[in-house]
């Protein structure tokens, strides 16, 4: 049976739900994907009322949350794809997206585990021959999907952005 493990990025980054702007990169056997992504800050009990609130800053002009550009790498990736499913195809009943209604939710980064019957029904950039156990991972943007046969993944903050 196929499960959907939901994986964090890292000590509370997320990416950013509206204009990610994911860009990928071939090093070899290593993927990048570069994108949008944000850290909530948590709010305090001096919340911004009124205006202010409702554009998300203080009277003091501080953000409620951080912004950034993120890095994945997938680290010995045999194969990668980029499909154009959106949020919209996700959530129609006959939508074309091959995990809507399987996975939990769109827009999350996911490694698929178990026997997937469809992962090979669709064409893949192929690097290498893949290894004996490589691990499926798949990333709903917003207007896009992402997914790799890879041997494992990190992710960073792009510090030059």
Same mark, same amino acid.
Not at 122 to 133: H, I, R, T
């Given at each position: ?10 000590? &509370?980054?997320?990416?950013?739900? +509206? ?5 990928? @990169?071939?090093? /070899? @056997?290593?993927? +990048? ?10 709010? +305090? /009990? ?19 949350? #951080? ?18 499913? +959106?949020?919209?195809e996700w959530f129609k009943e006959d939508g074309n997206g091959r995990y809507s209604g399987i996975? @939990?939710?769109? &827009? ?5 585990? &178990? #026997? #997937? ?19 499926h991972f798949l990333f709903y943007f917003r207007d896009e999907t992402l997914e790799f046969l890879?041997? #494992?993944? @990190? ?7």
């Amino acid at each position: 049976m196929l499960r959907f493990v939901e994986l964090r990025l890292g000590e &509370g980054w997320r990416e950013e739900p +509206n204009a990610p702007d994911p860009q990928v @990169s071939v090093a /070899a @056997s290593s993927v +990048n994907v570069r994108f949008r992504c944000f850290k909530p800050i948590p709010v +305090n /009990a001096t919340r911004p009322r009124g205006i202010l609130a409702a554009f998300g800053r203080s009277s003091r002009k501080a953000p409620w949350f #951080d912004e950034a550009w993120g890095v994945l790498t997938f680290a010995r990736c045999s194969r990668w794809r980029w499909d154009a499913t +959106n949020e919209h195809e996700w959530f129609k009943e006959d939508g074309n997206g091959r995990y809507s209604g399987i996975a @939990s939710e769109w &827009g999350k980064f996911y490694e698929l585990i &178990g #026997d #997937d019957p469809i992962r090979d029904a669709v064409p893949w950039e192929q690097l290498a021959a893949d290894c004996a156990a490589p691990r499926h991972f798949l990333f709903y943007f917003r207007d896009e999907t992402l997914e790799f046969l890879a041997d #494992d993944w @990190s992710f960073s903050l792009d510090r030059d952005a």
